[in-house]
């Protein structure tokens, strides 16, 4: 993955949970224009309106903050105590009126990043365990994070789109979301080549054969990234040889 590669130095930490307050801004900033009837309209997930996303991103803010407490702690404290709770929470919640739902998230945002800040080094190697997925040192819970806030913030479908994702973030999702489909064998075999940039990244479904992909794809880079999350249907991306992009295991 990407971010695996960025170690839990001092500076690393604390850029990351700079750009984590900064995307939570730019979330909130986006929720507290929304009406109660403009909460209840679809979001861009099947099935959630954009109250059950950012109700979700409220949970996910709270979970999170859990595995900081259990890397500073050393005590395991779940994400969450069951898959049943999470559901049912974001239920409870995205029932509530517009003004409760913003609050809950900018609540949630500000323990999460307060937690975050007060992580000593040693914390941030510690190993913790969210709901779903390997173990992975604490530091990695605040990638998480800014994961989830950035892509569900397009997700909301409240004008913040694909295009509008930092570009440090694309550069960063295109390794992360290309390598976690190195050896599946259900994903494509693909060149993809960010137009913005000229940065290239490899789809392998079968790392061991040396062969090289036949289809190259080619677009902006945060177009590549929204067609591998499932965001975008890539028509605006060009392929070669031409015809209907392949589809991509969900995320």
Known sequence: MAFVSQAAGEHSVDLTIG?????????????????????????????????????????????????????????ETPQYPSQEARDKQIEERASQPAEQIVAELS???????????ELSGEAWTAEVRAIRGPAHPGWYTLHRRLSEVEIHH???AAGYASADWPTWFVEAMLYDATGRLRGNAEAPSAVLTD???????????????????????????????????????GEELSSDPDGPLPSVPPY
């Open 19 to 75: 750009r984590i307050d900064e995307s939570g801004q730019r979330l909130l900033a986006s929720a507290s224009a929304l009406s109660d009837e403009q909460l209840r309209e679809p979001s861009l997930l099947p099935g959630w309106s954009r109250a059950h996303v950012l109700s979700h991103l409220t949970g996910n803010a709270d979970g999170l903050r859990n595995l900081l407490i259990w890397a500073q702690t050393g005590v």
């Open 107 to 117: 609540r949630s945002t500000k323990e999460f990043t307060a937690q975050a800040r």
């Open 154 to 156: 397009v997700d909301l």
């Open 195 to 233: 137009s913005d940039t000229g940065r290239q990244f490899m789809l392998q479904p079968d790392p061991g054969s040396g062969e090289m992909p036949d289809l190259a794809i080619t677009g902006p880079g945060h177009l590549l990234l929204a067609w591998l999350l499932g965001r975008n249907d």
